[in-house]
């Protein structure tokens, strides 16, 4: 059972565009979601992470957008350059049980 | 701050064979993970341990998967005997343990099975 869906599966955005990626849960006692970003070869990476008791976080260029009604969440790249061309994962967990990664998001970011 | 040190970080082995992954988390950290990462996928918890007990090991395949951390630092992964479907990313992570600590993650042993 899948209990983190995250699309699109592969995004092209032009340099200086936005770059979405959304997941969605199923468990509603999910309380801590990570997006974690990986290059090849290397080991995810913590990018940004929030809490539900927040709708919005922002660092730098990277905001997360929670919707705990919806028990969505998505990732929003601003002003998107080469070097963020990387695969995207969304995760969630409760307290201390362990982090459930979406299928990934594979972004390319046109010169 | 030294990251999390895994090795090796390649590995062709036959099917039937053996094969044991090493991971070294960052000092301090008391909380250590082993993920399976399949390509296209996002990774898998196979084990976790709190210092040097188990705290979750529901997804790891018993018949063949082991792993131990002794004195509640280093950890050793074993696949025994391994099959054509284990090939995959084999990732270490830490953390402090605490709710909410992010985890860090090794560059992971990359494991083809011929």
């Known amino acids: 059972q899948q209990q983190v869906k995250q699309s699109p599966q592969s995004l092209i955005v032009q340099k200086g565009g936005i770059s979405i990626i959304n997941c969605a849960y199923e468990?509603?006692?999910?309380?801590?979601f990570p997006w974690y970003q990986q290059f090849p070869g290397k080991g995810p990476a913590l990018l940004i992470a929030?809490?539900?008791?927040?709708s919005e976080k922002k660092e730098g260029r990277f905001t997360i957008s929670f919707n705990k009604s919806a028990k969505q969440f998505s990732l929003h790249i601003m002003d998107s350059q080469p070097g963020d061309s990387a695969t995207y994962f969304c995760?969630?967990?409760?307290?201390?049980?362990?982090?459930?990664f979406g299928k990934g998001t594979m972004l390319l970011v046109s010169p | 701050e030294a990251g999390v040190a895994q090795s090796p970080r390649y590995k062709i082995i036959e099917k039937r064979q053996s094969v044991a992954f090493w991971c070294n988390p960052i000092?301090?950290?008391?909380?250590l993970y082993w993920y399976q990462q399949i390509l296209g996928q996002g990774p898998k918890l196979l084990i976790q341990?709190?210092?040097?007990?188990?705290?979750?090991d529901s997804q790891l395949p018993k018949d063949r998967f082991s792993a131990e951390r002794l004195k509640g630092v280093d950890s050793t992964l074993k696949i025994q005997p391994a099959k054509l479907e284990d090939s995959a990313v084999y990732l270490c992570?830490?953390?402090?343990?605490?709710?909410?600590?992010?985890?860090?993650f090794g560059d992971g042993t990359r494991l083809s099975i011929l």
């Open positions: 992570a830490s953390s402090r343990g605490q709710v909410g600590q992010p985890q860090h």
């Open positions: 468990n509603t006692a999910f309380d801590y």
């Open positions: 929030i809490r539900p008791d927040v």
């Open positions: 995760a969630a967990s409760k307290g201390y049980s362990t982090l459930t």
């Open positions: 000092s301090g950290h008391a909380t």
């Open positions: 341990f709190q210092n040097n007990g188990v705290v979750d």
